[in-house]
């Protein structure tokens, strides 16, 4: 069976899938999905059974081929299931399985469909999204001097605008100028020029996407955004954040922005996962995550 590419055309079809499917890992968020269609791992979905399939086809390792749970409002169906449904599609696996599922039905330990294995470096970390907008009590003093030196440095040349379609390009002029800072080539760097591929795309689609971002400028030019991307009733995404790293305190100041001005109708705010990268790690638990929340891969057996 060939199955459709995945692109924001498709967006308003697809979309009601999502509402109240129950998978609480970040990947599981249409507009997530759509975006990380890339030059590397291209994006595809069929409809079976009124149930949502998506894939991605690793193009440079085909090894990697994988699907992610079906997506259906309350969906949950037996690991018998979804084998089928791998094998009719010619999908290897499955990535970013919520540790419910596999408790759930008891594929941690031997069972006849899967071997079942933990994808650490995909693991989600949650916060409250109270926690990140008051960085009350000292595990949060170094954040608040980091922002206090921020708008003592930057004072009256700061400002804080919501991303739309007449500032994309801004944002864009100003993700090719952080990409001076961190080689976003595909010789040099992979993950980072997926990433870069990804949040172009969400930019130039943020609004039929159901998406909300905030932008910082400093003397009037770009030099910070963030995106929020849907997830659950009570919570989302914190999908793209970057700022140029020369810039004292602006991260931590963009962080406390975007608790304020995205999330203030969500009680948790996914800050994804760390890729197995030891500094994103680092800083996403000096933010204090009330949870992390584990990945598995589901390798059929046959």
Partial sequence: ????????AVYPQLKDFFHGQPHLLSIYSLPSLICWDTPV??????????????????TLRPWENHLILPIAPQWDEPPEKIWHIARKLGFPQYYYVPREYVIRHGLEGENPYFICTEQREYEDYIYKTNDLVQLRGNRYA???????????????????????????????????????????????????ACEKHA??????????????GLLVRIKGKVSAFAIRTPLA??????????????????????????????FSGYEYINK??????????????SYHPVQRRKSYCLMLKE
């Fill in 199 to 212: 949040t172009m795309t969400m930019l130039r689609h943020i609004k039929g996407l159901d998406s909300e």
């Fill in 41 to 58: 791992y291209r994006a595809v979905y069929e409809i079976l059974d009124d149930v949502l399939i998506v894939g991605y086809y690793c």
């Fill in 142 to 192: 170094n954040k608040r001097n980091w922002i206090t030196r921020f708008l003592k440095d930057n004072e009256g040349q700061y400002f804080l605008e919501r991303i739309t379609e007449s500032n994309a390009e801004e944002c864009l002029a100003f993700l090719e100028d952080w990409c001076e800072y961190y080689d976003c080539s595909p010789q040099a760097n992979e993950s980072l």
């Fill in 1 to 8: 069976m060939t199955m459709q590419p995945l692109t924001p």
């Fill in 272 to 285: 994804e996962s760390d890729m197995g990268l030891h500094g994103l790690a680092q800083s996403k638990e």
């Fill in 233 to 262: 009733e009570d919570m989302a995404n914190l999908t793209f954040e970057k700022a140029f790293p020369h810039i004292i305190g602006l991260y931590p100041f963009l962080d406390r922005e975007c608790a304020r001005n995205l």
